[in-house]
């Protein structure tokens, strides 16, 4: 199957941007392997004839966005994403009248008719450099995921007003699975998602990005992540001296396990719908992503 798919990623002049929790079998496939701006950021530079997106449906829309003369597939439409179904735009519009004067961030795991309500996007590895490039006033609304809302306020001062989103694996992590971590894994540096809760970032390590928790694994030999379990599958290939552990085994997307070989074979064919985003919803989330894009 593998053969195969590449044989028609050659023939269709096709890119594969496979997201970091991916299923390893998918590695296999893909020409680009990365977190959300790591994508966004590629997916920017595709020259190819087709963009075959394997992640959720939010990622291919921004691979839509910043590349739009491209056609871009979801290689599973079902993919989506439970934080990003948290919020709509029709809601962020009410709650923006609401409290008045403030600027809006919209995490990039946010459907495009929410990036277009939005001042400007960010990701979890830029979240804090976004937020320290705005004005000191008005506001800040800060869409969807309040942990990410409330790590970012700590690490930048800034007065922020939080959506009540949030990713369902990174909210399980606790105080105690950092402490059991610690006592499995001596040895081991404890480094957690942004999208945890605050009070676990802070008996962590570190708080990273998955790309962040990428260039960690250079530097040391033994990892507990705080994120996704299958990140570890991604650390294992790229540096398979470096022992690492989920702080929870069962921390698992079941919408990013969603896209099998299969699939991909299968958008390669031409079998999957491409991703269509209406051109005033496209336009407006356009200026979002890329305020965003030209500070990271």
């Not at 690490?155 to 989103?165: A, D, F, H, L, M």
């Not at 299968?266 to 200026?287: F, H, S, Y």
């Amino acid at each position: 199957m593998i053969a195969e798919i590449r044989q028609l990623k050659q023939k269709q002049r096709a890119v594969i941007l496979a997201h970091n929790y991916q299923l390893p079998e998918i590695y296999e496939v893909a020409d680009f392997i990365g977190d959300s701006l790591e994508l966004a950021q590629a997916a920017a530079r595709v020259e190819s004839a087709l963009i075959v997106f394997c992640g959720v449906r939010f990622m291919a829309e921004n691979a839509k966005l910043v590349n739009p003369g491209r056609p871009v597939v979801l290689a599973d439409p079902k993919a989506g994403c439970q934080m990003a179904n948290m919020i709509t735009a029709e809601a962020l519009r009410r709650r923006r009248q609401e409290l008045g004067d403030v600027l809006v961030v919209a995490y990039v795991n946010t459907p495009a008719e929410v990036k277009a309500e939005a001042d400007i996007c960010c990701t979890s590895a830029n979240a804090v450099r976004v937020v320290q490039s705005l004005p000191r006033s008005p506001k800040i609304l800060f869409v969807p995921d309040r942990n990410l809302a409330r790590w970012v306020e700590q690490e930048t001062g800034r007065e922020i007003i939080p959506w009540e989103g949030f990713c369902y694996v990174h909210a399980q992590f606790t105080v105690e699975d950092v402490r059991r971590a610690r006592i499995e894994h001596p040895g081991a540096l404890v480094v957690v998602h942004p999208e945890c809760p605050l009070e676990v970032i802070q008996v962590a390590d570190r708080v990273a990005s998955t790309s962040g928790m990428v260039r960690i694994a250079r530097e040391v030999k033994e990892l507990v992540l705080g994120t996704e379990a299958g990140m570890c599958n991604r650390i294992r290939r790229e540096y398979p001296d470096c022992h690492c552990y989920p702080l929870r085994r069962t921390a698992i997307c079941r919408n990013m396990k969603l896209t099998s070989l299969d699939d991909v074979k299968a958008a390669l064919q031409g079998v999957v719908p491409e991703v269509e985003i209406p051109a005033i919803v496209a336009e407006r989330a356009q200026r979002a992503l890329k305020r965003m894009l030209e500070i990271s």
